[in-house]
């Protein structure tokens, strides 16, 4: 089992950066590949990013490519979300996710554990 908090959200202008963090406790975090999803108002939940649980394999969504960089540290049990050149669009709840390593990482129904998100709001 695998406990998720998410810290970091907040309140930036366009263009700016926010890091997000997740933290895990429990077991085994480091065979559990890590995505961070986002809802905004209105919209379904959707895919941002996934690391593998090695770290050296990363997915991003077309929307934050180049924009926003996954990472974890296995040592510490945490995953990050670095974004940067922020938009108004990106405005959503940002949750953290874990699943059980596999070959598919950007699929919502595939991850078993979930935080409970953290607002982030960019102004225009």
């Known amino acids: 089992q695998v406990q998720l908090v998410e810290t970091g959200g907040g309140l930036v202008q366009a263009g700016g950066s926010l890091r997000l963090s997740c933290t895990a406790s429990?077991?085994?975090?480091?065979?559990?590949?890590m995505g961070w999803f986002r809802q905004a108002p209105g919209k379904v939940r959707e895919f941002v990013a996934a690391?593998?649980?090695?770290?050296?394999?990363?997915q991003y969504a077309a929307s934050v490519k180049g924009r926003f960089t996954i990472s974890r540290d296995n040592t510490k049990g945490m995953a990050y979300l670095q974004m940067s050149d922020l938009k108004p669009e990106d405005t959503a709840v940002y949750y953290c996710?874990?699943?059980?390593?596999?070959?598919?990482?950007?699929?919502?129904?595939?991850?078993?554990?979930w935080g409970q998100g953290t607002q982030v709001t960019v102004s225009s």
């Open positions: 996710a874990a699943q059980k390593s596999g070959f598919v990482m950007n699929a919502e129904r595939l991850y078993e554990h």
């Open positions: 429990g077991r085994a975090f480091s065979t559990y590949d």
């Open positions: 690391v593998r649980w090695s770290g050296d394999t990363t």
